[in-house]
């Protein structure tokens, strides 16, 4: 079973820029999640999708984060423009219709390393 | 609201000496705990889980953790460590609509 897939591994950008950051869920997870992880930090939830609807974005810089899920599969998650301090790490995890992290399947792809300059 | 405090930054410890990671929960719905482990540039990966039941939780690796109700706390243990468990692992509580938050995680570095 492949896992969730995410790009770039790594991106470096200017602040002020904007950038975009894709996942791929596990084929047939209908739940989404992207964490922000900064450096020393554990990871905190920005979003969470089940299909292409939002089901939690409370922690989501509204003003400058944004992240669409439109056909219920993969997923972007855009910043603009981009701040020092959103200098981290941008883990996407998926889990199964029904599931979570309390159920088998819950799980992380390996992340994006945002460096701000 | 749910919180996890881990106290230790970094523990470091010989090859086949045993280790303890220490975590503190602070819940106020039901607890179900976690301990994840995230090795250098690598996502996230589940060691153990404690929903219900048993206070002694098996996980992968040989590692173990116990959830104890009266002290807040669900410690992480393994009695032999190897240079391969070098890593981060974090600590996390499930609040409610399946939100994970985790501790500031604890560096674990074997030395030869």
């Known amino acids: 079973e492949a896992g969730v897939a995410q790009s770039p591994r790594y991106k470096i950008i200017e602040k002020r820029q904007s950038v975009a950051f894709w996942c791929n869920p596990i084929?047939?997870?209908?739940?989404l999640y992207w964490y922000q992880q900064i450096l020393g930090q554990g990871p905190k939830l920005l979003i969470q999708f089940q299909n292409n609807g939002v089901v939690d974005d409370s922690q989501l810089p509204k003003d400058r984060f944004s992240a669409e899920r439109l056909k219920g599969v993969d997923s972007t998650l855009k910043i603009q423009p981009a701040k020092l301090e959103d200098s981290a790490v941008y883990l996407c995890a998926s889990s199964p219709p029904g599931g979570g992290p309390t159920k088998d399947g819950y799980t992380f792809g390996s992340g994006t390393r945002l460096t701000v300059v | 609201a749910q919180s996890v405090t881990q106290l230790d930054s970094q523990v470091p410890v010989f090859e086949e000496a045993p280790v303890e990671l220490r975590c503190n929960y602070s819940s106020s719905v039901s607890v179900y705990l976690f301990w994840y482990v995230q090795y250098p540039n690598q996502g996230l990966q589940l060691l153990l889980k404690?929903?219900?039941?048993?206070?002694l939780v098996k996980g992968i690796n040989g590692f173990e953790a116990e959830f104890n109700k009266s002290q807040t706390s669900f410690h992480l243990r393994k009695p032999s460590v190897h240079i391969s468990d070098t890593a981060e692992y974090f600590c996390?509580?499930?609040?409610?609509?399946?939100?994970?938050?985790f501790g500031t995680g604890t560096q674990l570095k074997v030395e030869l």
């Open positions: 996390a509580v499930r609040g409610g609509g399946n939100k994970l938050t």
């Open positions: 084929s047939g997870h209908a739940t």
């Open positions: 404690y929903l219900s039941g048993s206070t």
